[in-house]
């Protein structure tokens, strides 16, 4: 026990959903069930070996186990611009515009401090990667809640947005393709969302977690496909899923000089950078994205998603179709709660799967699958889940 209580923001927050989803696992686990998750987005697929052995050369060299530079290391933050210009046909200076997070959940986290004061309002969808939201409540800004439904292909109405919110807002965070839904916003959607933030005075901070991990033939976009993005986003691109390297915690921000420079303030405050080794490897995958035996992982994911599409059509569940993401959106196909749905399929099969509430309250009627396991415990998941049914 202490004396000290927590401060507000700590008091206020909801446990993170997914650390109650983990623990629930624990406990089926420890009942002695045999637990498949598709709860986490974490790939269950090794970091391909290339970038595993530039590790280990990095980190034998003793000049990596010193503080990193906080911006990044040069070179890193060059081969993170030279992607952007190979994979999007998009330039920037790596001195100026590119900054290396310890992984994107770092740097959505602290982004709000850098551009929110308390009352500002961030529009945040929902459903949505929690962060958004959090992150936006430590800067002590208003959360306005842009609902992603089916019949806006789930990306927000703009024209939903109040005139007084719009006024008041100084951030929108979007992620396509996205978490959870799966969804893959198209290019004339990116285009409104620049002009909507151009003409609001918004900073645009879009998540582009997924955007290698796509398994059609048109490859999903960067913002800055779109004219006069630079004037307006930012966008964060992750090693986390493009290389199975999760716990690497390696990732970088884009934007022009002064929004990634905001950013790039507050982390010389609260971090001292990735670590040099880590970012080494990072190159390596950078400048070899298109290596086989990172594109053999995609088609794994892939696979898995037809896959994982054709059992729902054969259990007559609705989802939303797509080519993009690990992540299968699926309707709760029972009168309960999504929550409730979940917690009775946990406890009777040992499948875990995500309550679309967790992510948001227009996520209720919602479930998320993560398709991190093998096909065989996958196939193995969806026939205990059907059997329940
Ligand atoms: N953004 C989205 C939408 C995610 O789903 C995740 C992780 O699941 C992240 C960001 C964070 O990724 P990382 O911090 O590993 O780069």
Redesign the pocket.
């Known amino acids: 026990m202490s004396h000290v209580k927590y401060a507000e923001r700590v008091e206020n927050l909801a446990p993170y959903p997914f650390a109650a989803i983990d623990k629930a696992r624990a406990k089926a686990k420890a009942e002695g069930k045999d637990i498949i998750s598709l709860g986490?987005?974490?790939p269950d697929l090794p970091t391909p070996d290339f970038i595993v052995k530039a590790l280990q050369k990095a980190v034998e060299d003793p000049a990596t186990h010193r503080y990193p530079d906080y911006a990044g290391r040069a070179d890193f933050r060059k081969a993170a611009a030279n992607f952007f210009n190979k994979r999007f046909g998009v330039s920037f200076d790596p001195a100026s515009e590119i900054v290396a997070?310890?992984?994107?959940?770092?740097?959505?986290a602290h982004i709000p401090l850098a551009f929110v004061d308390p009352g500002d309002y961030v529009l945040c969808p929902d459903p949505?990667?929690p962060?958004y939201s959090v992150a936006t409540g430590f800067a002590g800004g208003k959360v306005h809640r842009m609902p992603l439904v089916p019949d806006f292909n789930f990306t927000p109405d703009f024209e939903a947005i109040p005139d007084d919110v719009a006024r008041l807002a100084k951030m929108m965070f979007l992620?396509y393709p996205?978490?959870?839904t799966g969804a893959v916003a198209s290019k004339e959607f990116l285009a409104d969302a620049v002009a909507y933030c151009r003409d609001n005075e918004i900073l645009l901070v879009h998540?582009c977690?997924?955007t290698e991990l796509a398994f059609g033939k048109d490859k999903p976009v960067s913002i800055f496909e779109i004219d006069g993005a630079k004037d307006v986003a930012v966008e964060?691109h992750?090693?986390?899923?493009t290389f199975n390297?999760?716990g690497w915690?390696?990732?970088f921000v884009a934007g022009n000089a002064h929004h990634v420079g905001g950013l790039g303030k507050i982390k010389t405050n609260v971090d001292s950078g990735a670590f040099d080794a880590v970012q080494m490897a990072a190159i390596e995958a950078l400048n070899r994205y298109d290596d086989p035996a990172v594109l053999k992982n995609y088609k794994i994911f892939g696979s898995r998603r037809k896959r994982c599409e054709q059992l729902l059509d054969e259990m007559l569940i609705k989802y939303l179709k797509s080519d993009a993401t690990f992540y299968v959106w699926f309707q709760t196909p029972t009168k309960e709660s999504s929550a409730e749905f979940a917690a009775r399929v946990l406890s009777t099969t040992g499948v875990v799967l995500t309550p679309g509430s967790a992510f948001g309250h227009t996520g209720e009627g919602w479930m998320r699958i993560a398709l991190t396991v093998p096909e065989d415990r996958l196939e193995e998941a969806l026939k205990r889940v059907s059997e329940i049914l």
Do not use: C, F
């Not at 310890?102 to 959505?108: A, D, P």
């Open positions: 986490i987005g974490d997070l310890i992984g994107s959940k770092e740097g959505i949505a990667y962060v992620n996205n978490n959870p998540d977690a997924y964060m992750s090693l986390s899923k390297m999760t915690r390696i990732a």
